[in-house]
């Protein structure tokens, strides 16, 4: 069934990164690669920007999770930028929306607990060092949700981020089976091309804010210093280090992370940066990169069977890329983090945690609720009544 809020309009597509925002509706064409590997798609991309049609010369869409599955890369009919997205404050919320209550979650509370024991059971006897383990909750509202405000919201909460909205057709597994809006605002760069010159910005390692200033510094500077974070931190630079070192000239790789923070968690980050090689495709780079172990694991096969084994519920397009590229290779890919999919007044939520050797369930549950809260603010549910 047709969402009412998807129906009445052309499919569209929102991207909003340092003060600039990209609206993109209409599709006069779609990416159709033979496979869904680095240069069948980088291939696929370059002959949609090329054709001569009266169209934007821009790819945009959405990569699963599973990099082997097909996504939803089109050229739109209409595309603008415009600079300052989300002036103003927050409009409150109707209270008919901001009544939330959970009505389903995967795996439950228990459940996830459970999962993450079994993982770090898994780690402790060998062969896996790290694996992302997500969890999903769904919430109801008395009305519809209206996508373009949640979004909105989403933007002015979360200055820093990247912010997204695609209507998405159905048919990505899972919650993406149907048609639905796809939105969040994700604090991940994978990758940015300009000009030739890629950057990364992985995370890996969170801590959750504090509204007292004192508790909250103090909670970041135990991050810096965390071994547990910084462990998790590790195995995903180390992976990508080695796709950069092997794929650019003049890779910048610090030796240690900073602080990167949300308004509602810290996170270790780390920015690497190269120059693109031999006039590869960023695409070719995307794939290799994607999943990283900040969304999967490592080694990656062991980590990913694990999830698709264990975790109890298909991502789809959760942890999956979401971006645009031009046709001067110029591009922003970030990863789905901190939202969700809207289904008139049902919207679902999805969260992952790193698990290693040394974590506690019952941390990486809460992990995982306070990462929920960036999407749970935005649809107007309220602290400490809605706990996802
Ligand atoms: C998997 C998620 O976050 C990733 C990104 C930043 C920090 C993460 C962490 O500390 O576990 C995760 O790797 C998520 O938001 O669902």
């Known amino acids: 069934m047709m969402s009412s809020s998807s129906a009445a309009r052309e499919p569209r597509f929102e991207f909003a990164s340092s003060g600039r925002h990209l609206v993109a509706t209409g599709v006069v064409r779609h990416v159709e690669p033979r496979s869904w590997v680095g240069t069948g798609v980088a291939r696929a991309v370059e002959e949609v920007l090329a054709a001569p049609l009266e169209a934007p010369q821009l790819v945009v869409g959405v990569l699963p999770f599973d990099s082997a599955r097909p996504g939803m890369l089109y050229r739109p009919a209409e595309a ?3 600079s300052c997205a989300f002036p103003g404050r927050p409009e409150p919320f109707a209270p008919s929306a901001s009544t939330t209550a959970v009505t389903d979650r995967r795996p439950s509370h228990q459940g996830y ?8 059971e898994t780690i402790r006897s060998g062969g896996l060092d790290k694996v992302v383990l997500g969890r999903c909750a769904t919430v109801c509202a008395a009305a519809p949700w209206d996508p373009q405000s949640v979004f909105v919201r989403l933007g002015i909460q979360n200055p820093d981020a990247f912010v997204y909205l695609i209507d998405v057709p159905g048919g990505y597994g899972g919650e993406f089976a149907q048609e639905g ?5 994700s604090p991940e760069l994978v990758l940015s091309c300009s000009g030739s010159r890629v950057r990364t910005v ?7 804010r504090w509204s007292e200033p004192e508790r909250d510094e103090r909670a970041s500077e135990a991050l810096l210093e965390s071994g547990k ?5 590790s195995y995903v630079v180390r992976a990508i280090a080695r796709v950069f070192r092997a794929r650019t000239d003049d890779p910048r790789i610090p030796s240690r992370p900073r602080l990167v923070p949300t308004p509602a968690v810290w996170h270790l980050g780390t920015e690497i ?12 780079l995307l794939y290799e990169l994607h999943p990283t172990p900040a969304v999967c694991g490592w080694p990656h096969e062991r980590a990913r069977d694990f999830i698709v084994d264990h975790e109890g519920f298909d991502r789809g397009l959760f942890a999956g890329l979401i971006g645009w590229i031009d046709a001067d290779r110029n591009c922003e890919w970030a990863l789905a983090l901190r939202g969700g999919v809207l289904r008139g ?6 969260a ?17 609720a306070a990462k929920m809260r960036t999407f749970l603010a935005a649809l107007g549910g309220q602290e400490g009544r809605t706990d996802p």
């Open 80 to 82: 603008c930028w415009r």
């Open 181 to 185: 809006v796809f939105l969040g605002a």
């Open 345 to 350: 007044d049902r919207a679902t939520m999805f």
């Open 113 to 120: 607990r459970c999962l993450v024991a079994k993982a770090v």
């Open 352 to 368: 992952g945690a790193g698990v290693i050797a040394t974590s506690e369930p019952e941390a990486e549950l809460r992990e995982t």
């Open 273 to 284: 940066t190269g120059t693109l090689r031999g006039g590869a495709s960023p695409f070719e």
């Open 229 to 233: 974070d910084l462990a998790e931190h």
């Open 202 to 208: 992985p995370l890996a390692g969170t801590t959750a």
